[in-house]
C-alpha cells in the first residue's frame, strides 16, 4: 500500500505528551494517528465521545441575546453589588 505523507499543527506539549505516552504504550505517534484514522474510517464518526461547552448552548446563547437587546433597549437594568474574589 501506498504511504502518504501527513502534516498538522498541534500545541508542542500536547505533541510531547502524546509522544510520551505512545511509547508507554509500545506505540509511535504515527501508529496511533492511524489506528484512529482507520477507526474513524470503519466507524464513520469520531471514536469517542465530543461534548460543546455548555456556555454557547443555544438556552444560553438565547439568553444572552435577550440580556443584550434588554440593556441596548434600556430595559431590566438595575444596579447591583460586585462581589470581590480573592
Known sequence: MAQAMVNFRMDS??????EKVCRE???TP????NLFA???TQERRIPFEITADPFYSAQ????LNKAISDIKAG???SEHELIEAD
Do not use: E, P, T
Open 38 to 40: 482507520k477507526k474513524v
Open 75 to 77: 430595559r431590566n437594568m
Open 25 to 27: 504504550m509500545g506505540l
Open 13 to 18: 506539549q500536547l505533541k510531547n505528551d502524546m
Open 60 to 63: 444560553n446563547m438565547d439568553r
Open 30 to 33: 504515527s501508529a496511533a494517528y
